[in-house]
């Protein structure tokens, strides 16, 4: 990544296609990452005669791939072992068990949130 930011690396690999979640979703590796995305996705969309009810426009589906990369750096950045000093270096079963906590926490606010959008949606209707 570093290689690339100095022009001395041609830059992320359509073929091996790696994020840069240690940087920012909006670096220029990381960018270039989404661009290849992109095609690949309005490849696949002639290729195989995707039918949809109305063409997204490329911002529509950059949006959609930019949300999904940050979905991934949060739970890559969640996953990875926490880098502390001395005694309060965190080990592989401990980022495994905070990370399973975690998880749990967010899927019990999914649920809650969704209980909430269909008592909402039966108010209004």
């Known amino acids: 990544v570093d290689l690339y930011t100095n022009q001395e690396h041609p830059g992320p690999d359509s073929e091996r296609l790696m994020f840069d979640f240690k940087g920012h979703l909006t670096?220029?590796?990381?960018?270039?990452?989404?661009?290849?995305?992109?095609e690949k996705v309005r490849d696949a969309q002639e290729t195989q005669n995707w039918a949809l009810e109305e063409d997204r426009g490329d911002e529509w589906i950059l949006d959609d791939i930019k949300a999904r990369s940050k979905n991934?750096?949060?739970h890559w950045?969640?996953?990875?072992?926490m880098r502390?000093?001395?005694?309060?270096?965190?080990?592989?079963?401990q980022a495994h068990e905070r990370y399973a906590a975690d998880e749990e926490d967010r899927e019990s606010r999914?649920?809650?949130?969704?209980?909430?959008?269909?008592?909402?949606a039966n108010l209004i209707s």
Not at 27 to 38: D, P
Not at 77 to 81: G, K, L, T
Not at 84 to 93: F, I, N
């Open 27 to 38: 670096s220029a590796w990381n960018m270039q990452c989404n661009k290849i995305i992109l």
């Open 72 to 74: 991934m750096q949060s």
């Open 77 to 81: 950045r969640a996953f990875h072992i």
């Open 84 to 93: 502390g000093t001395g005694s309060s270096k965190e080990t592989a079963e």
């Open 110 to 120: 999914k649920r809650e949130t969704n209980r909430y959008r269909a008592v909402r």
